[in-house]
């Protein structure tokens, strides 16, 4: 069975800090992919970041850098230099290619940048 | 340009009534993903395309619910005879065949009342 599990359902952070997002998953496929999406309160959903299970190097766009631990099964997201446009939820998604290819979600963090 | 287009971005029905959900994937994306998000932390798999063909349809309530993807046009999902719990925002997202990013459209809000 595949999941997806983040246990942050809220976090604040100072404007300028960086944050970390935990996100930890659970698959028996050995080829799969990460990715993280931010829904602000509009709500649409942006792409982030992406990191596959075979990729040997921790993704990173900008401000975003996934921290991937195959073996502890996380893949954690770093925001670094918060702005308050930071401030939406954020979710964790996992596919793997042998599950039908469908993307499993967390059930999302919630951040706060503060001023 | 590199967008998932969904329309119309808001759809009001009443109980009872038909809704058709509308997708244009980015091109050269061959996979298309529709998801239910009803409550603002949880995602709901209808159904995947692999082109035009269904490649997973194991989130489908079928007796209410279809879904196209048919060659040149948009691909859509209608809900025959909408209930209450209907009510959602409808994500369609596409993908290249191997995992590298995907992207999902603005959503549909479809409110059924």
């Known amino acids: 069975a595949q999941k997806i599990t983040q246990t942050q359902p809220g976090m604040f952070v100072q404007e300028k800090e960086a944050v970390t997002l935990d996100c930890t998953y659970d698959?028996?496929?050995?080829?799969?992919?990460l990715f993280w999406y931010k829904q602000p309160s509009s709500g649409e959903m942006i792409f982030l970041i992406y990191q596959g299970s075979y990729d040997q190097q921790n993704a990173t766009e900008g401000r975003y850098s996934l921290n991937f631990q195959k073996a502890r099964k996380s893949a954690n997201l770093v925001i670094s230099a918060s702005q308050l446009g930071d401030s939406a939820m954020y979710f964790c998604?996992?596919?793997?290619?042998?599950?039908?290819?469908?993307?499993?979600f967390g059930t999302g963090t919630s951040l706060t940048v503060i001023p | 340009g590199e967008e998932v287009a969904q329309t119309p971005k808001h759809l009001v029905r009443g109980e009872g009534q038909k809704a058709k959900l509308y997708c244009a994937p980015i091109?050269?994306?061959?996979?298309v993903f529709w998801y239910q998000q009803v409550l603002k932390n949880e995602f709901k798999f209808l159904i995947s395309f692999q082109n035009e063909n269904v490649f997973d349809e194991t989130g489908m309530p079928k007796e209410r619910f279809s879904a196209k993807c048919l060659p040149n046009s948009p691909c859509s999902l209608e809900i025959q005879a909408t209930k209450l719990e209907d009510s959602a925002v409808y994500f369609c997202a596409s993908t290249r065949p191997r995992n590298t990013e995907a992207f999902f459209g603005q959503g549909t809000r479809l409110t059924v009342v």
């Open positions: 698959t028996s496929d050995p080829s799969y992919g």
């Open positions: 998604a996992m596919r793997a290619s042998g599950t039908g290819n469908q993307f499993y």
């Open positions: 091109k050269g994306h061959s996979y």
